[in-house]
């Protein structure tokens, strides 16, 4: 299978602007620069790709809200917060090819009319910040981050900001704040980032494999991008293969391989046995079906959500409950505190949890649970707290024999 993102990444130096030019690089900016920005969103939009962070909206469409928006200056923002544990796939591509990042933000901030593009990243990426800062002045020595680039009437500039470690800063309106120096909690929406993001102006955000597919797209069209993969959801994913898996590791594959190919063909197998799997990290439900075709579409059928591609393998020896517990955790730490459902969900659904694990449960936690699963995705505010419950309510579904574990074995 020919890849996209990953195709040059075992080139010696290739975040060298040198070595990514004789692959071809910013060679798409060029030919983009001599196009008219609403045939660059038509091929976007033809090439059917939509967000790799998790809630797949079609990327050709926001831009075009973007660049029909009358207020200036509008904004590029590349969400490089990668939060979701399980999640490991952008680091690749910040650490091994920024240059392709920034070609992408270039043709991205061409199409949609911002100036500048900024790179919200995880603050605890050293290695990839650091390449990203070298990159930069490389492309600003080159004169493709300057004024009038390579003599269009186009003048733009990347800023990088670091986040402070908080795994809401990954939603978009939440990263907004914590770039306007506030805390990270999300906003209400509407209104969208793309009418009323960064400083109240128009604001686009795309994740960083989002991103990444863009100059492919332009250099090949969207008919040819459209034909990779699912028709459901074209292009290639790259798919984080950890847990109870022999070869852990980032997969870049077409969309549409089953589950179970994955995990035999490229994974090397489960450590152990398969029990299930969190196809879209821990903020997805589980699957046990292996036959399932992972593209957006087909695992939202199969009753859970791709997100951001973390596939986390869980073995038959590991206590469902005791996952379960753990994601949870997670959750209440990472509550950002703003709501109440999420605020005391997250933290009263642990410790039932915690109870059900050491065998001190009653059938009352168990029927919170459920009730907490159904209630939250309804009242919490923002995506972090919507989806917190999902593993667990899946959990109980398909093994409620280990949640059976209670003191008064009533259920
Ligand atoms: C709790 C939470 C965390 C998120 N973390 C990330 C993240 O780390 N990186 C990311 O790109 N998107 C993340 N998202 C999704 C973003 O809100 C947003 O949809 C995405 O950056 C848009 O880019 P895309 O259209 O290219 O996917 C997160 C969403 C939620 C609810
Ligand atoms: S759902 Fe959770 S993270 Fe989101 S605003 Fe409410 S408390 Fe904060």
């Not at 020896?317 to 997670?330: I, K, P």
Request: aromatic share 6%; charged share 25%; proline share 4%.
């Amino acid at each position: 299978m020919e890849k996209i993102l990953l195709k040059d990444i075992d080139k010696v130096n290739l975040n060298n602007i040198n070595v990514y030019a004789e692959s071809g690089g910013y060679e798409t900016l060029k030919k983009v620069l001599n196009m008219n920005p609403e045939t660059i969103i038509e091929e976007i939009k033809k090439s059917k790709l939509v967000g790799r962070g998790g809630a797949a909206f079609p990327t050709g469409l926001k831009w075009e809200f973007v660049r029909k928006e009358k207020d200036a200056p509008k904004f590029l923002i590349c969400n490089a917060d990668e939060g979701e544990p399980g999640t490991f796939k952008d680091r690749i591509l910040l650490r091994n090819n920024p240059h392709l990042l920034l070609e992408a933000m270039l043709i991205a901030g061409y199409a949609i009319g911002a100036n500048k593009g900024i790179i919200y990243i995880r603050g605890e990426y050293f290695a990839e910040i650091e390449k990203l800062k070298r990159a930069i002045e490389e492309a600003k020595i080159k004169g493709y981050l300057a004024k009038d680039i390579l003599g269009a009437n186009f003048s733009y500039g990347i800023e990088i900001h670091c986040g402070a470690g908080a795994y809401v800063c990954g939603e978009e309106t939440s990263l907004l704040e914590s770039l306007e120096g506030a805390r990270g909690c999300s906003r209400e929406k509407p209104p969208f980032p793309t009418h009323s993001g960064f400083m109240g102006k128009p604001t686009l955000i795309n994740n960083v494999e989002t991103l990444c597919n863009v100059p492919a797209i332009l250099k090949n069209g969207g008919d040819w991008y459209s034909k990779i993969g699912s028709p459901n959801s074209p292009g290639t994913k790259l798919f984080c293969l950890c847990g109870h898996i022999n070869k852990p590791g980032v997969y870049e594959l077409p969309m549409g391989i089953t589950l179970g190919e994955l995990i035999e063909k490229y994974g090397g197998g489960v450590k152990g046995e398969f029990k299930a799997a969190l196809p879209g990290g821990v903020s997805s439900s589980l699957l046990t079906d292996l036959d399932v075709q992972l593209d957006y579409k087909n695992v939202t059928n199969a009753g859970s959500m791709l997100g951001s591609g973390s596939i986390i393998v869980i073995n038959k020896e590991t206590s469902v409950v005791s996952a379960m517990e753990n994601c949870l955790e997670f959750f209440t730490h990472e509550s950002c505190g703003l709501c109440v459902p999420c605020r005391e969900g997250t933290k009263r659904a642990k410790e039932m949890l915690t109870r059900i694990a050491s065998g001190k449960g009653q059938k009352k936690d168990l029927d919170a649970l459920l009730e907490l699963s159904e209630v939250m995705p309804d009242t919490a505010r923002c995506g972090l707290g919507q989806a917190a419950m999902n593993a667990a309510s899946s959990a109980i579904k398909l093994f409620k024999e280990e949640f059976q574990n209670l003191r008064n074995n009533s259920v």
